[in-house]
Nanobody, 116 residues
Framework: QVQVVESGGGLVQAGGSLRLSCAAS????????MGWYRQAPGKQRDLVAS???????NYADSVKGRFIISTDNAKNTVHLQMNSLKPEDTAVYYC??????????WGQGTQVTVSS
């Protein structure tokens, strides 16, 4: 069993910052990629940012220069620092963990709301 738990969502004004955190626990081995996805009402779930175990990062164009993803491999955690937030960043943010053997796990999601 693997548990993936997010924290750090909330309500913030446009231009503000939030930091999301995600911790994976349980039967953890060989994490390859950790990432964040988001889903706004009526829209599909899209990648926001991801980071490999080697430290390579990937960002959606819409968040480049504003969001920073980081990880603590020893603690199986991933963080998303979100700066200069915009109303269009409002969504439920989901943590995603990919391990060897094509095992993929999702967190329950955390709401981020940016008011204008």
């Amino acid at each position: 069993q693997v548990q993936v738990v997010e924290s750090g969502g909330g309500l913030v004004q446009a231009g503000g910052s939030l930091r999301l955190s995600c911790a994976a626990s349980g039967s953890i081995f060989s994490i390859n990629v950790m990432g964040w996805y988001r889903q706004a009402p009526g829209k599909q779930r899209d990648l926001v940012a991801s980071i490999t175990s080697g430290g390579s990062t990937n960002y959606a164009d819409s968040v480049k220069g504003r969001f920073i993803i980081s990880t603590d491999n020893a603690k199986n955690t991933v963080h998303l620092q979100m700066n200069s937030l915009k109303p269009e960043d409002t969504a439920v943010y989901y943590c995603n963990v990919r391990m060897g053997g094509l095992r993929i796990y999702w967190g329950q999601g955390t709401q981020v709301t940016v008011s204008s």
